[in-house]
Nanobody, 125 residues
């Protein structure tokens, strides 16, 4: 059974940093794209960042200069380093894994077959 478990969320002041982790189990994801999405209260889930098996990266315009996605295939883990956080970044952050191997990074939720339960990130003074 495939599971994705996020961690690293919390409360941070504007301008601060957090690193989210997503540990996968039940399958090796080294040949699958991984992604991060977020959902703020009252809003639809939106794309944040994606990384392919070949370490190509894709970011939402709103985070491109502030967030960085990476992966450690040996640990079956994806990361989202978030810097210069803003109150608008407040949301539940979800990790996702693609359903097909060897695909490019994607901003489409339909390209992902596996999802974590999410971790809350709150940016507030």
């Amino acid at each position: 059974q495939v599971q994705l478990v996020e961690s690293g969320g919390g409360l941070v002041q504007p301008g601060g940093s957090l690193r989210l982790s997503c540990v996968a189990s039940g399958r090796k994801f080294s040949s699958y794209a991984m992604g991060w999405f977020r959902q703020a209260p009252g809003k639809e889930r939106e794309f944040v960042a994606s990384i392919s098996w070949s370490i190509n990266r894709l970011y939402a315009d709103s985070v491109e200069d502030r967030f960085s996605i990476s992966r450690d295939n040996a640990a079956n883990t994806a990361y989202l380093q978030m810097s210069f956080l803003k109150p608008d970044d407040t949301a539940v952050y979800y990790c996702a894994a693609a359903g097909r191997q060897y695909t490019p990074p994607s901003r489409l939720p339909t390209d992902y077959a596996y999802w974590g339960q999410g971790t809350q990130v709150t940016v507030s003074s």
